[in-house]
């Protein structure tokens, strides 16, 4: 059995790859998927690194998308789409997978109408409250749906939103000797999130400790933050294996408001300042961070206000109120579904098999 997942949601990929090596020992597992973080960065993908050491074949390929803002990139990126197009035909072509897995994104849009063209079976998972334009196209083209939330679409199977078995497995707390916050901007990092640190760390480090994952980008901020390293704050570019243990080592996290993100701190019961990214397609992260406000996991800080004061003066305000926001946390939990990581890798092993 030869499997190709594709797509810009790397966190819940790692999570069924996982699940897909147990329940096939011998299947191979193709990913295609961006060689670089960002148009524009020649900062290597997480993906690119993590996956040859898990045994997984890794091959980039170069696709373009619609950008909603005009940059120096916008046109290279609008003039890339064909070219996306063609080499995810030679790419399925020469790679003949039994089925293709989409973990959404424009990344993926290319392999999915060429996998449908080519009577590939097609099964797409929707991480998002939000339906984004690239799994719009992709759902068209797709035999199964597999979502995080309920919907009305025929197509969708509820499997939930994978988490890597790190999350799930041993959950239990950790013996603090001080209070601990986790920085993160997400597999790419945030470079406004990262100054705001930079700039509040003096103030911050009197009173928690900080373990901060700053991401690869073309300003250098990992670079610049690693030297300020000291007992009370901990800079990583990014963590692969060990995510779940800093997870479960924290009081307190700082974060964009992706869904993976997300789902990972309501599994665990831990609340987070989010900041959104206020650019992406029907304003995706905050209505993620509005839906786990709601169930008290999340306090938001809008992009627009975020500064080294403010920051600073939430985190203080959390911190000071940390047994009541933890208590508040444990209900985000009730939403999500344990073994979605199984129950997507499942409904690809039998996808594959009805076509044989």
Request: net charge positive; proline share 5%; hydrophobic share 45%.
């Amino acid at each position: 059995m030869k499997i190709l997942i594709t797509g810009a949601h790397f966190t819940p990929a790692v999570a069924v790859i996982e699940e897909l090596l147990k329940m096939e020992p011998f299947a191979q597992i193709i990913y295609v998927g961006r060689k670089t973080t960002l148009e524009g960065d020649n900062s290597s993908s997480v993906e690119s690194k993590v996956l040859p050491s898990m045994g997984v074949k890794f091959i980039p390929i170069i696709a373009g998308r619609l950008r909603r803002h005009f940059d120096p990139y916008t046109i290279i990126s609008f003039l890339k789409i064909p070219v996306g197009f063609i080499q995810a035909f030679f790419i399925l072509v020469s790679q003949k997978p039994d089925v293709i897995l989409s973990f959404g994104g424009y990344i993926a849009v290319p392999l999915v109408v060429m996998g449908w063209f080519l009577s590939v079976p097609i099964i797409v998972h929707e991480q998002t409250l939000v339906l984004g334009l690239a799994n719009k196209i992709s759902n068209l083209f797709a035999d199964k749906i597999a979502v995080s939330f309920p919907t009305k679409n025929p197509k969708a199977i509820l499997t939930g939103n994978p988490l890597r078995k790190e999350i799930i497995n041993n959950v239990k707390q950790y013996h603090r000797k001080s209070v601990n916050i986790l920085v993160t901007g997400g597999n790419q990092g945030s470079h406004v999130i990262n100054l705001a640190i930079e700039k509040s760390l003096d103030r911050l480090t009197k009173i928690a400790s900080i373990t901060h994952v700053t991401g690869d980008n073309k300003f250098g901020d990992f670079e610049r933050l690693e030297k300020l390293q000291n007992q009370r704050y901990i800079v990583k570019k990014w963590i692969g294996e060990g995510w779940g243990r800093r997870l479960k080592q924290a009081d307190l996290v700082v974060s964009r408001a992706g869904i993976n993100t997300l789902s990972e701190l309501a599994y665990l019961s831990l609340p987070a300042l989010v900041i959104p990214i206020p650019y992406l397609y029907k304003d995706e992260q905050n209505k993620n961070a509005k839906f786990f406000e709601e169930l008290g996991l999340v306090k938001i800080l809008p992009q627009s206000k975020l500064n080294a004061k403010t920051l600073y003066e939430n985190i203080k305000n959390m911190l000071d109120n940390l047994k009541k926001l933890k208590e508040n946390a444990r209900k985000a939990k009730e939403i999500i579904i344990p073994d979605a990581a199984k129950r997507v890798a499942l409904e690809t092993i039998i996808l594959v098999k009805q076509e044989i």
